[in-house]
């Protein structure tokens, strides 16, 4: 079973694209969203192959996981919908959101 995976982002911004083990046979994945400050956040999937030669983020195809937008206080969920990767975003806001990824069903 993988490690936790953890990110974290302060301010106005998005974090690096984490790729999520969608081989797995029963692939599951958990967030675990802390907030520090004053922060409005979302988490964002893709099915995008990340992991291509070439492959930019900024030009993927991502869409709000369905719990996991327009959200100011720390929160969790789960994974909603088949995903190749992940991506933290602060909308607004100065604070600082950390999130925990648990990945399971191996």
């Given at each position: ?24 046979p029963n ?41 996991m ?6 929160a ?7 995903a190749?990767?992940i ?20």
């Amino acid at each position: 079973m993988p490690r936790p995976k953890r990110v974290s982002i302060t301010g106005v911004s998005t974090s690096n694209v984490i790729p999520l083990n969608y081989r797995a046979p029963n692939p599951e994945a958990s967030f675990i969203a802390n907030v520090t400050g004053t922060a409005t956040y979302k988490v964002k999937l893709t099915g995008d192959d990340v992991q291509a030669i070439g492959y930019t983020a900024g030009s993927g195809k991502w869409i709000d996981h369905s719990t996991m937008t327009g959200l100011t206080a720390s929160a969790t969920a789960n994974l909603d919908k088949p995903a190749t990767a992940i991506q933290l975003e602060i909308t607004s806001g100065t604070g600082t959101v950390a999130l925990d990824i648990l990945e399971s069903g191996f």
